[in-house]
Nanobody
Framework: VQLQASGGGLVQAGGSLRLSCTTS????????VAWFRQAPGKERKFVAV????????FYSDSVKDRFTISRDNDKNTVYLQMNSLTAEDTAVYYC??????????????????WGQGTLVTVSS
C-alpha cells in the first residue's frame, strides 16, 4: 500500500495551498484518512481526519475553520485545502490511513499506512 502526498511549497502568510494524498488503496472509501504535520524539532501532530464510511471529519483546534479535508474516492485521493496560512503552519505534512481509528483518530499510532510527507513553508 502506498500513499503519496504532494502539493506542498512556499507560500506567503495569508495564502492558500491544497495538498493531495493519492493512494493505492482499492477501497479507499472504507479507510479513515488523516493529515498530520511535523514542524522542525517537534513531534508529529494531528491536523484533520476524514472517516471512510461515515465521511465524518475532525480538525485540530489550530486549523479548524481554516483547513478542509475532503476526498474523491473515484480518484483514490484525499485533499487538504489550507487557507489563511500562518508561519505556525510551516511543517512537513503527512497523510495516513487506517481501516479503523475510532476515538483515537488523533494518535499517530492509530494509522497503518503513511505517505512520505510534503513540505509546506509559510513566509511571514
Amino acid at each position: 500500500v502506498q500513499l503519496q502526498a504532494s502539493g506542498g511549497g512556499l507560500v506567503q502568510a495569508g495564502g492558500s495551498l491544497r495538498l493531495s494524498c493519492t493512494t493505492s488503496l482499492r477501497t479507499l472509501n472504507t479507510y479513515s484518512v488523516a493529515w498530520f504535520r511535523q514542524a522542525p524539532g517537534k513531534e508529529r501532530k494531528f491536523v484533520a481526519v476524514n472517516g471512510g464510511t461515515t465521511d465524518v471529519t475532525f480538525y485540530s483546534d489550530s486549523v479548524k475553520d481554516r483547513f478542509t479535508i475532503s476526498r474523491d474516492n473515484d480518484k483514490n485521493t484525499v485533499y487538504l485545502q489550507m487557507n489563511s496560512l500562518t508561519a505556525e503552519d510551516t511543517a512537513v505534512y503527512y497523510c495516513a490511513a487506517a481501516k479503523r481509528v475510532g476515538v483515537r483518530f488523533a494518535q499517530v499510532t492509530s494509522y497503518d499506512y503513511w505517505g512520505q510527507g510534503t513540505l509546506v513553508t509559510v513566509s511571514s
